[in-house]
């Protein structure tokens, strides 16, 4: 039964390239949530979904970030024009039901590095 | 707005020490609140909950109680193990506003218990 599968475990841009993050949700789990931990900082939430639908991206910013997860397939983070401070790890976690008071299972991380 | 303050590592402790980790949260309403763990190159683990106050969530001899009238959850270990080096987040989840699903997570502090 595997958990929260992400890829790349890490990923190097050049400044300007597109960043393709990829979580597989536990397998009976259709809520996805992305997190972004910047260095020296705790994770910050970015963008919550439900299979096909965006239901809370509060925590994206405005440009450049976008985020689905389709009928099929894992649910994507894309980065577009990458600049250094995008450089963090990005966390996916999911959920049975989507209530965070049971708690997530987390995947292990995308370490992304912007040169 | 809702927020998680944790204390400042990195905490050195010998082998079989006593360990206290300092949460304080301010929060509007009443969250759920956790405490997560994070091995080195892994994703979050949930390492306890609580839900209301008075609360007490304990796991592999980790303990911490939801106290209300301090705002606070401190994590607490009577006898720490080499193998509990990580780095220990708490965190609440969010029940305001129609976003209802994320986690706030503290900045995480970092323990190292040496033989």
């Known amino acids: 039964n595997a958990g929260v599968m992400q890829n790349p475990r890490h990923l190097v841009r050049r400044r300007g390239q597109e960043a393709r993050l990829r979580c597989s949700p536990m397998?009976?789990?259709?809520?996805v949530y992305w997190y972004r931990q910047l260095p020296e900082e705790g994770l910050k939430f970015m963008v919550y979904?439900?299979?096909?639908?965006?239901?809370?991206e509060s925590g994206m910013p405005k440009e450049r970030f976008s985020a689905e997860f389709p009928k099929e397939g894992p649910s994507i983070l894309r980065i577009q024009q990458v600049v250094r401070g995008d450089s963090a790890a990005y966390f996916c976690?999911?959920?049975?039901?989507?209530?965070?008071?049971?708690?997530?299972?987390f995947g292990s991380g995308t370490r992304l590095t912007v040169v | 707005g809702n927020s998680v303050t944790q204390m400042e590592g990195p905490v050195t402790l010998s082998e079989e020490a006593f360990l206290t980790i300092n949460c304080t949260y301010t929060?509007?309403?009443?969250?759920?609140l956790f405490w997560y763990v994070q091995y080195p190159g892994e994703g979050l683990q949930l390492l306890l909950k609580?839900?209301?106050?008075?609360d007490k969530g304990s796991n592999k001899g980790f303990e911490a109680t939801y106290r209300k009238e301090t705002t606070s959850f401190h994590l607490e270990k009577g006898s720490v193990q080499v193998s509990d080096s990580a780095v220990y987040f708490c965190?609440?989840?969010?029940?305001?506003?129609?976003?209802?699903?994320?986690?706030?997570f503290g900045t995480g502090t970092l323990l190292a218990v040496q033989p």
């Open positions: 976690a999911s959920s049975q039901r989507g209530e965070a008071g049971y708690g997530y299972t």
């Open positions: 397998k009976g789990h259709s809520h």
């Open positions: 979904l439900q299979k096909e639908n965006i239901i809370d």
């Open positions: 929060a509007t309403g009443y969250p759920s």
């Open positions: 609580a839900t209301k106050a008075d």
């Open positions: 965190a609440l989840s969010d029940r305001g506003g129609g976003a209802t699903n994320k986690l706030i």
